[in-house]
């Protein structure tokens, strides 16, 4: 499985394009899905986890929650390719989801990426910092 690790300090530029982080360019050589993320953020899959992970996420769900779920989901995630410079687009309506302006952090989580606009991933990360018990290692 593809590992994605670190954090990092980005920014949009005024057409929407955000210059993915070398270290992961080459984990995306395959293609890969932008979709909404759990809670005010976007996630970024490999295809071939995205697959992985829809079917998890079906096999567990009722119809009404599927149904649901898929509507969330699905319409409004894009596959996305990088330019020459490593760039990709984030679409306007993803953007304004994950309210995502300029300042951006692209983190690294296991099995996919999130983009957040930088003050919420630092409060977010400060709310982490408080709960530092609840960590097991």
């Known amino acids: ?13 005024a057409k929407g394009r955000l ?3 070398a270290k ?3 984990q995306m050589d395959k293609g890969a899905v932008l979709s909404k993320g759990m809670g005010t953020c976007l996630s970024i899959y490999t295809l071939e ?12 769900l009722t119809s009404d929650d599927l149904r649901d779920f898929e ?3 699905y319409p409004s995630a894009c596959e996305v390719e990088l330019d020459g410079q490593g760039r990709m687009l984030v679409p306007a309506k993803l953007r ?16 996919h990426i999130e983009i957040w606009d930088r003050s919420a991933w630092q409060t977010y990360q400060e709310q982490l910092e408080s709960e530092s018990n609840k960590i097991p290692f």
């Open 1 to 13: 499985m593809v590992m994605f690790l670190g954090e990092y300090e980005h920014t949009l530029d």
């Open 19 to 21: 210059a993915v982080p």
């Open 24 to 26: 992961f360019r080459s």
């Open 49 to 60: 986890r995205w697959e992985e992970k829809s079917n998890e996420l079906v096999a567990g």
């Open 71 to 73: 509507r969330r989901v």
């Open 96 to 111: 304004a989801y994950a309210k995502l302006e300029g300042e951006v952090t692209v983190a690294g989580v296991r099995d």
